[in-house]
Each structure stands twice: as C-alpha cells, then as structure tokens.
C-alpha cells in the first residue's frame, strides 16, 4: 500500500474568515473560520495523485484545479487550521492507492439452481392464491 506525501504548508494558502451560523456577538468580531486553498496542478504531488484527485467529482474542486476548504466547525482558529489541514490530508490519502480494477465474477451452478428452484416454489405459492371454486 502506498503512503500517501504529506502536503508541505508552503503549498497551501490559509486565509481566516469570519464564519457563519450561530455564534453569538463573538461570532461577528472574530475570523475564527479557514478557507484553506490547495493548487493540486501546482503542487509537488505525483502525477497519479494529481490525476485522482481532478478527476473527483467535488465541488470543492474548481475548474482551475484549486481545493477549497472552509473549516468552521471549532471556535478557534488554530484548531480550524488543524481540521482543514486534516481534511485535505484525508482526501489526497483517500486517492494515493489507486482502485482495483473489478473482475466481473459469473454465478456457480449450483446458486444459478437454487434461485430457479426457489423462484418455481414461489411461483407455486403464488398459484395456490387463487380464488376458490367449489
């Protein structure tokens, strides 16, 4: 399994911005959020990586190539930096190893028998429904 590169803050452009929802008077004066912006075409990761990572259908991802990712979700602004740190670390692991490609699998014999035998017995039970005649 491969290690996925650890991302050198020099890469990532932090700015700290005020967030939103509830909050209190705190929430107004404080830039306590993070917009976290990461430059995949530019960065130092392997092509492969680069690859995966555009290709993903996020809307996080713009079309330029750059990640934006709002932290909010703590008061302070150390530990928003750390969650959005975090996240973007998490997504560039969630593409280092590349998928397996699946082998299409064909059903036994046997479980191809079962299910006829058990969708005939059905489909007898199913008959025995029927409106009674006398």
């Known amino acids: 399994m491969l290690h996925a590169p650890i991302i050198p803050e020099s890469e990532v452009d932090i700015t700290a911005v005020r967030a939103q929802g509830a909050g209190g008077q705190n929430v107004n004066k404080v830039s306590s959020a993070i917009h976290l912006r990461f430059d995949i075409r530019a960065s130092s990761l392997p092509d492969g990586i680069k690859e995966r990572l555009l290709a993903q259908n996020d809307s996080r991802i713009t079309r330029d190539g750059v990640l934006i990712i709002k932290a909010q979700a703590h008061r302070s ?12 670390q998490e ?17 036994t014999r046997s479980s191809q028998r079962k299910r006829l035998e058990v969708k005939t017995s059905r489909g007898q039970v199913k008959q025995l429904r029927g409106k009674v005649t006398e």
Do not use: Y
């Not at 602004?77 to 973007?88: I, K, S, V, W, Y």
């Not at 397996?100 to 064909?106: A, G, I, M, Y």
């Open 77 to 88: 602004q150390e530990q928003n930096r750390e969650d959005a740190m975090r996240r973007l």
């Open 91 to 107: 997504m560039v692991e969630a593409v280092a190893t590349p998928q397996r490609v699946r082998r299409p699998t064909r059903p």
